[in-house]
DNA sequence: ATACCTGCCTAACGTTTGTTAGAAATGATG
DNA sequence: CATCATTTCTAACAAACGTTAGGCAGGTAT
C-alpha cells in the first residue's frame, strides 16, 4: 500500500474549508448538501464517501473553529511566560486569538454564529473544546489577578465573557486585507487594560 | 366601523414575536413559514393574508430589534443630559442597551445572529436603522472626548465597535431572570471605562 | 489477466420548502 | 334575513431537501 488516503485527504480538507465557509455565510438549514458539493465541484452523493452526515461535516467545522484560536492562544502564552511584562502578556494573547480568528475565518465565524443554531447534538459535542478554550482563559488572568496586575474587584469570568465576545465581534467588521491584525490586538489590549476615561473613577 | 383591524394586529404582533423567537434559534433557512404558523396556531396559508412574505417577516422582526435598542439608548442619554457625571452618562447608556437587548432578546438575538445570512435585499433595507444607532453612540462619545472626559488617543469607532460588540455578546450567555441586568451593566461600564489592570500602562 | 480498493457518479426515495387560488367560517352592518 | 368585509382554511404547485443503493473508471497488488 502507498501513502494511504492522500488524495482522500485533501479532498476532505477542501470539503471543510468549503462547508465552513458556506456555513458562516448562510446558517446551518441555509447550506445544503449540493451546494456544499458544487462548491467543490462534486455531486452530492460522493460526499457520503467522506462524511457520513451533515452534521458531520458541522460537527468537524465548528471544532477545528475552535482549535485553532485555542493553539494560537496558548502558543502566545507559552512563549512569553518569563521575563515579559504582565501586558505584553496580555497584549500577545489577545493578538493569537484574533490572529487565529480572522485568518482561519470561515471556521471561526462558522463558530461564532452558528453554534446556537445547529442540532443540540451538534452543540453538545463541541462543548469540551469550548470549555477547555475557556479555561485556558480563566487560568491566565488568574495568574494576572493573583500577581497582583489586575484590579481586586474585577471578576474574572465576567471578564473573560466581556472580552472574548469583543474579540469574536471583530468578524463582523475587520477585514484583514485592509487592516493589520497586530494594530488592531494593540488597540484592543490598551483599551481593555487601561480603559478609555482619561481617570479613573468610581 | 369599529376599532380598525384590532384582531389583525394583535395576531400580526403575535406572528412577529414568535417568528423572532424561531428565527434567532434556528437562524433563517431555519425557520419555515409551517414552523411559524404551527407555534401561532394557524395555517401556513393564513400568514399570508398578514404579509407578503417570509422575507417581509423578516425584515420587520431584524428592524424591531434595533429600533428597540435605539430607543432605550436615546432615553437613557436624554433623561441625563445635565448635572450627571461622564461615567454616570456612558453607565446609563450601556445599562439601556443591555435592558432592551436582554428583555427583548427574541428581536434583538435574532438580529445579532442571523443578519449576516439573510439575503442581501433583507439586510439593505435594514442598513439605515443600523447607521442610526452607531450614529447615536459615535455622537455620545465624541461629546465626551470633545470635553476632555476620555482619552485623547482612544479611537471612537474603534470602541463602539468593542463597545456594541461586547455588550452584545451577553445574549449568548447571560440569563435575565437569574442576574440583574443593572448590576450587569455596571460591572461592564467600570470594566470599560477603567481597564481592568491594577495600574494603567503604556 | 484477475481481483481489489478508492473515489466519484447517477438515479431515485419520501419529505419539506415558499407560495398561490379559491373555498369556508366568522361576525358586524344594512 | 341578506350582505359584506375580515380572517382562516384546504389543496395543490414545482422545486429543493438529506440520504441511499448500485454502478463505473482508475490505479495497485497478486
Chains 1, 2 share one sequence.
Request: hydrophobic share 40%; with cysteine; charged share 25%.
Amino acid at each position: 500500500m502507498t501513502k494511504e488516503g492522500l488524495q482522500s485527504d485533501t479532498t476532505r480538507d477542501r470539503v471543510l474549508s468549503t462547508s465552513a465557509g458556506l456555513f458562516c455565510q448562510h446558517g446551518y438549514a441555509g447550506v445544503s448538501m449540493r451546494k456544499i458539493a458544487e462548491s467543490c465541484d462534486m455531486k452530492a452523493g460522493s460526499l457520503y464517501y467522506h462524511f457520513s452526515s451533515k452534521d458531520q461535516i458541522l460537527t468537524e467545522v465548528l471544532n477545528m473553529g475552535i482549535e485553532k484560536v485555542h493553539a494560537a492562544v496558548a502558543a502566545a502564552l507559552r512563549e512569553s511566560s518569563v521575563d515579559v511584562s504582565a501586558s505584553d502578556r496580555f497584549r500577545h494573547a489577545i493578538a493569537g486569538h484574533l490572529h487565529a480568528l480572522l485568518e482561519y475565518s470561515s471556521f471561526t465565524s462558522a463558530n461564532v454564529r452558528i453554534f446556537r443554531q445547529v442540532p443540540p447534538s451538534v452543540q453538545h459535542s463541541t462543548l469540551e473544546v469550548r470549555r477547555r478554550y475557556e479555561a485556558l482563559w480563566d487560568g491566565f488572568l488568574g495568574d494576572l489577578k493573583s500577581q497582583g496586575q489586575l484590579r481586586n474587584d474585577v471578576d474574572i469570568r465576567s471578564f473573560r465573557l466581556m472580552l472574548i465576545g469583543a474579540l469574536n465581534a471583530t468578524l463582523e467588521w475587520f477585514d484583514p486585507e485592509l487592516g493589520d491584525i497586530t494594530e488592531l490586538a494593540n488597540r484592543y489590549a490598551d483599551m481593555l487594560a487601561n480603559g478609555i476615561f482619561a481617570e479613573r473613577c468610581t
